[in-house]
């Protein structure tokens, strides 16, 4: 069940405000969609990381393959167990398949059951009480923002072309720079949070664990590490937008692939804006209960 509790946390995580900033030129259509992904995945976030299944590696499987179970990919419907979580996700992913093809589909998917899959083996480091090693960390959250970026492609109304002068490939590092700078940001953000739970997967915590220091001095080193990441992306960016980019023949694809740029430097700077604004990291935002909340 609901509760006011639980509205008044999810009213100051400032969600909405997050999409906003992040996706500035979406009409409202898509503003809904993008918001309603945002909220179930940060919410599924929470349960997987605060709820006993956050100890139960083999629990979290089953749980991330119903997941999954929910996002065909020829955009069938689904025979689901009715639970809150189901409907939700069904409901976005009926939307999405709508303004998608295919192959974006599949991508998307497997980007995202990629990501659920190092949930579990964050579950099982848990278990086994076990911090990993910062340059381990560092690969095992890689994947983290690989769905968002999918997410990215939806809201600009142009999926990156698999063949062709202009592909994933020729995005991957500026795609990595962002990543890093985001995942890491979110981290610096949470970690007092994070570290209050006992939860070792944090950049802050692990920077800390590897290099035995305080937890400020491990904070600095992971801020420096994050302007790092964010001047290498600004660098990446220009570079791009003047050359491959500019060099571009067709005047329809130029204009797409500098539009994902833009698109790019609005998902760091929104979400770096919201990060000064929400509640979201304020303490624990799922109760620890014996039963799943995906079954509510």
């Keep these: 069940m ?29 503003l809904d969609l993008m918001t309603e992904w945002m909220a179930c995945n940060l919410l599924l976030d929470d349960v997987f990381d605060e709820s006993e299944a956050r100890v139960d590696p083999v629990r979290l499987r089953e749980m ?10 020829d955009g069938g419907e689904v025979a689901h167990s009715g639970s809150s979580f189901a409907r ?22 497997a980007h ?8 579990v083996h964050e579950a099982a ?33 142009w999926e990156l072309p698999t063949e062709g002068p202009c592909t994933a490939e020729d995005f991957s590092e500026l795609d ?20 209050n739970l006992g939860d070792v997967h944090n950049l802050v915590v692990v920077l800390k664990k590897e290099r035995g220091t305080d937890l400020q001095t ?43 740029v833009e698109f790019l430097r609005s998902w760091l700077s929104g979400q770096f804006e919201w990060r000064f604004e929400t509640k979201r990291n304020q303490g624990s935002n799922v109760r620890l209960v014996a039963g799943s909340a995906m079954r509510t």
């Design 176 to 195: 990595a720079s962002l990543s890093s700078a985001s995942l890491w940001m979110n981290d610096l953000f949470s970690c007092e949070k994070e570290y």
């Design 125 to 157: 480091n848990r278990r086994d009480k076990r911090t990993p090693g910062v340059a381990e960390y560092i690969e095992l959250r890689s994947c983290a923002l690989m769905p968002y970026l999918d997410l990215l492609e939806l809201a600009q109304g």
């Design 218 to 260: 491990a904070a600095d080193t992971a801020a420096e590490m994050i302007q790092a990441e964010i001047d290498d992306f600004e660098r990446q960016s220009e570079d791009q937008l003047t050359g491959k980019i500019a060099a571009l023949l067709d005047p329809a694809l130029r204009s797409a692939a500098a539009d994902r």
């Design 64 to 73: 991330c393959d119903e997941v999954v179970s929910w996002l065909p990919v």
């Design 88 to 109: 939700a996700y069904a409901d976005i992913w009926a939307r999405t398949c709508a303004k998608s093809s295919v192959a974006w589909r599949a991508k998307f998917v």
């Design 2 to 30: 609901t509760t006011d509790a639980d509205k008044q946390r999810y009213d100051d995580s400032l969600i909405g405000t997050l999409i906003g900033r992040t996706f500035p030129h979406a009409d409202a259509e898509i």
């Design 112 to 119: 995202f059951s990629l990501f659920l899959g190092r949930c």
